[in-house]
């Protein structure tokens, strides 16, 4: 029985060294995983910084251009103003004046003269082949067309 007692206390440390030996293999393991992920963290950290202080000075450099057209327009806004008022109040005229040729159209439209309207002419008629039997007239009405 002693016998039986020191052979499974053989197994049991065998056991226990081999189980040792796997959880050394499993923390060496395990630490080069936690640091691929940290250097992974880290070049992330690091990308993600730089794009940050670059959207940062993309975001100063529109501010610097868009506050550089406001201050433009503010400043025309009294001339506008001022030529706004003069041409509303018609103190300020047009003082280029030029002899323009005018076509018939245009004389028409300024002296009012438009032409009369014509009658509706009600029917009228549609001349038409239909396949081989020849010339046929026919009457139509636009009211009842159905072109």
């Given at each position: 029985?002693?016998?039986?007692?020191?052979?499974?206390?053989?197994?049991?440390?065998?056991?226990?060294?081999?189980?040792?030996?796997?959880?050394?293999?499993?923390?060496?393991?395990?630490?080069?995983?936690?640091?691929?992920?940290?250097q992974r963290i880290d070049?992330?950290?690091?990308?993600?910084?730089?794009?940050?202080?670059?959207?940062?000075?993309?975001?100063?450099?529109?501010?610097?251009?868009?506050?550089?057209?406001?201050?433009?327009?503010?400043?025309?806004?009294?001339?506008?103003?001022?030529?706004?008022?003069?041409?509303?109040?018609?103190?300020?005229?047009?003082?280029?004046?030029?002899?323009?040729a005018l076509t018939e159209e245009c004389?028409?439209?300024?002296?009012?003269?438009?032409?009369?309207?014509?009658?509706?002419?009600?029917?009228?008629?549609?001349?038409?082949?239909?396949?081989?039997?020849?010339?046929?007239?026919?009457?139509?009405?636009?009211?009842?067309?159905?072109?």
């Amino acid at each position: 029985m002693k016998a039986q007692n020191e052979e499974n206390h053989s197994r049991v440390e065998a056991s226990i060294g081999n189980l040792h030996s796997q959880f050394t293999k499993l923390d060496l393991r395990f630490e080069e995983q936690n640091m691929k992920l940290n250097q992974r963290i880290d070049t992330i950290e690091q990308y993600t910084k730089t794009s940050i202080r670059n959207l940062e000075v993309q975001m100063g450099q529109l501010a610097q251009k868009v506050s550089s057209r406001e201050q433009e327009a503010i400043a025309e806004i009294p001339s506008y103003a001022k030529f706004l008022k003069g041409f509303i109040s018609n103190k300020k005229r047009l003082e280029e004046f030029t002899n323009v040729a005018l076509t018939e159209e245009c004389s028409v439209i300024i002296q009012n003269k438009l032409p009369s309207k014509l009658k509706d002419p009600g029917s009228f008629t549609i001349s038409c082949s239909i396949e081989k039997i020849g010339e046929v007239r026919q009457l139509s009405c636009l009211s009842r067309c159905k072109c």
